[in-house]
Every structure is written in C-alpha cells, then in structure tokens.
C-alpha cells in the first residue's frame, strides 16, 4: 500500500520562504511522476509542479515558475518543493500526488489532477499580507 505524507506547511509572510516534503511509503518503486497540487477554499484544485521519479524533467506552473523549485530524493523516497518569495495568493492546502508506473501516461497529464494514483492528506500553507 501506498503512503503519501506532506509536511512544512504553516503561516508565513509574503516573501518568506516554505519548504514542503512528501515522504513516501510503500509502493515507491511503482511510482513514475510525482506531484504537487494545491487548492484555496472555493476554487478548484490546480496543478503546481511534478517531477520525474527517475529524474530527469521538471514541470511548473506559470503562477509559481522561478519562485518553487520541485526536488526527489529517491534513497529517502521523498519529494520536496522550495517555496520562496510566497505571495498571499499562493495560500492553499498543498498535496502531494504520484502517479502509478502502471498507468498510461500521455503527454501533458502530468498536470492533469485526475490522472494521479495516489495522494496524501495535504499540507496548509498560509501567506499573510
């Protein structure tokens, strides 16, 4: 079974800076794209950024690009997303999302939130004015 822990999330400032972790368990090896996503009360879940658990490309959304950072560490089955210069609009519940080997991928899904396996439990991060 598959376990998706998020952890980091809080109360900062904007401009401050987060660092985010999702440690994974279980079925990690069966893993091929790992994700974020985060949602604010009343709006729909969105895409923020993914990575590649083999390495290789990382994909952000243009709301976060040049501010987060998406990183693995395959050894500690974690996943880690560098937030700096928050804003208050980047207020939201964070989750961390994985998408099975086994599933059929195609391009441009990794921002899909319907295509994603598993998912942990979310992680709030708050940015004040």
């Known amino acids: 079974q598959v376990q998706l822990v998020e952890s980091g999330g809080g109360l900062v400032q904007a401009g401050d800076s987060l660092r985010l972790s999702c440690a994974a368990s279980?079925?990690?090896?069966?893993?091929?794209?790992m994700g974020w996503f985060r949602q604010a009360p009343g709006k729909e879940r969105e895409f923020v950024a993914a990575?590649?658990?083999?390495?290789?490309?990382?994909y952000y959304a243009d709301s976060v690009k040049g501010r987060f950072t998406i990183s693995r560490d395959n050894a500690r089955s974690t996943v880690s997303m560098q937030m700096n210069s928050v804003k208050p609009e980047d207020t939201a519940i964070y989750y961390c999302?994985?998408?099975?080997?086994?599933?059929?991928?195609?391009?441009?899904?990794?921002?899909?939130?319907?295509?994603?396996?598993?998912w942990g439990q979310g992680t709030q991060v708050t940015v004040s004015s």
């Open positions: 990575i590649w658990w083999s390495g290789g490309a990382k």
């Open positions: 999302a994985a998408i099975s080997s086994s599933s059929p991928y195609y391009s441009g899904d990794y921002s899909r939130h319907e295509k994603y396996d598993y």
């Open positions: 279980g079925r990690t090896f069966s893993f091929q794209l």
